[in-house]
Nanobody, 121 residues
């Protein structure tokens, strides 16, 4: 089992920045690919970013603005979000998966509870 707890969400003005954190506990953190996802009201959950070792992948909508990183020593994955837009408003979830490629299809083995990000115009 892997337990995931997100933090760092909040309310920010358009153009601002936030840094989300996801602390993991349980099984060996470094064994898993990690991803960030988001779900806006009335919409399906969508892929945002993923990471395995040094490989990263981003949704087109966030490419160049968001950066995923991880600290294996601290069992934590981060999502640095810059140049935020109102359309980035959503609940953001982190997830862990044994299969890196599955993350782009919003499939994971473990999910956090989510953290709200709201961007005002």
């Amino acid at each position: 089992q892997v337990q995931l707890v997100e933090s760092g969400g909040g309310l920010v003005q358009a153009g601002g920045s936030l840094r989300l954190s996801c602390a993991a506990s349980g099984r060996t953190f470094s064994d898993y690919a990690m991803g960030w996802f988001r779900q806006a009201p009335g919409k399906e959950r969508e892929f945002v970013a993923s990471m395995l070792l040094s490989a990263t992948s981003y949704a087109d909508s966030v490419k160049g603005r968001f950066t995923i990183s991880r600290d294996n020593a601290k069992n934590t994955v981060f999502l640095q979000m810059n140049s935020l837009k109102p359309e980035d408003t959503a609940v953001y979830y982190c997830a862990a998966a044994r299969l890196y490629s599955s993350l782009r299809t919003v499939v994971a083995d473990y999910w956090g509870q989510g953290t709200q990000v709201s961007v005002s115009s």
